[in-house]
């Protein structure tokens, strides 16, 4: 049996809402981006949302919104994806690593307030693999020492906290809906925001600075009572990007978001059967402290195995034709960041244990019990201790 890491659930309701896209020949930033844009904020409970090609964008448009002075330092955890990190450097600003609680992953508060001083401006908050960094003390914490939050939320798309929307928590919150992520565009991003004002801040930003988008000028051409002779006209402020989202991509989008609270929950059970079949396999426990019933949405699931025995169990996986990854070799180890080398211990050390196994939507009991039963085989043929 074949398992994949990860799937999309798309089908024919996708391809109908690409074809409606076709059939109107508006396939760039138009009508159906406004629209996902509105359904995503009202979802949230956000007042602005702006839709764009990647979370990697929404998180560099986030720190640009926050106009940081130069010098500016920012909170990073070392236990997470580049782009978290490169987002602040993309707005030439230092990053400080922060380490993972060696329990939940999520970035050691504690160890954040250490690593403040009074350059320190802003944090970036990622709920790593969907479990949710601890908003009330991190909120309590930035308001205390006058930072800014921005909240990664590229692996829980629609996951909750005390009942209230990740990514609305902090002053921004930017969501992937990456191919492989809880729901897709096939590609693309969405930033919300508290302050509307950040939003519309960046907005000529994801359109390479323009003041009026290409679909602004033509509704502006046909709108009644418009200059018909002047509807072509717009400014370039700044430098922005080619960051805008387009209609095929909000069209799949705005599907998706209706299905994702199913999907989600999906994921939740998968997990629940996870982790009653490994509950007594010897050498391996769950990567996260996983709540299927919490309303969080998780985009991971893994384990953890003595560190000597990882590769070893990855190549059985392998072996049965399950498909497998880690996330994350920390961010301190890559040659871009060689210079923190050492400097978050712990998430330099757990990250040799972890390993992703195969979650999607459309996976089955089937294949859930086929990765847990050739995970059982991995232990049992570890070597004596």
Known sequence: MHVRLFKPSVGQEELDAIAEVFDRAWLGLGPKVAAFEQAWAEYVDAPAALGVNSATAALHLAVTA?????????????????????????????????????????????????????????????????????????MEIA?????????DCAHCAGGRLDGRALGTWGDLGCFSFEEKKCMTTGDGGMLVARDPALVERVRPNRW????????????????????DARHWHYEVAEAGYKYNMNDLAAAIGLVQLKKLPAMNARRSTLI???LDGLADVPGVRPLLPYQPDAGHAYWIFGVRVDAGRRDDVIRHLKARDVATSVHYMPLTLHPLFAAHAGATPVAESLWHEMITLPLFPDMTDDQVDYVVDALKEAGAARAPA
């Not at 020492?145 to 921005?150: E, F, Q, T």
């Not at 390479?208 to 200059?227: H, N, P, S, V």
Request: glycine share 8%; proline share 7%; aromatic share 8%.
């Open 66 to 138: 926050l106009d940081l002075p130069p010098g500016s330092k920012v909170l990073v955890p070392s236990m997470t994806f580049v782009a978290s990190a490169l987002a602040a450097l993309y707005n030439g600003l230092d990053v400080v690593f922060v380490d993972c609680d060696p329990e939940t992953l999520q970035m050691d508060l504690d160890d954040l307030e250490r690593r403040i001083t009074p350059e320190t401006r802003a944090v970036v908050a990622v709920h790593f693999g969907g479990y949710p960094v601890d908003m009330p003390r991190l």
């Open 143 to 151: 308001g205390r020492r006058g930072l800014k939050v921005i909240e």
């Open 208 to 227: 390479l600075g323009i003041d009026k988008d290409t679909w602004k000028r033509q509704t502006g051409y046909t709108a009644e009572g418009a200059d």
């Open 272 to 274: 629940a059967r996870y």
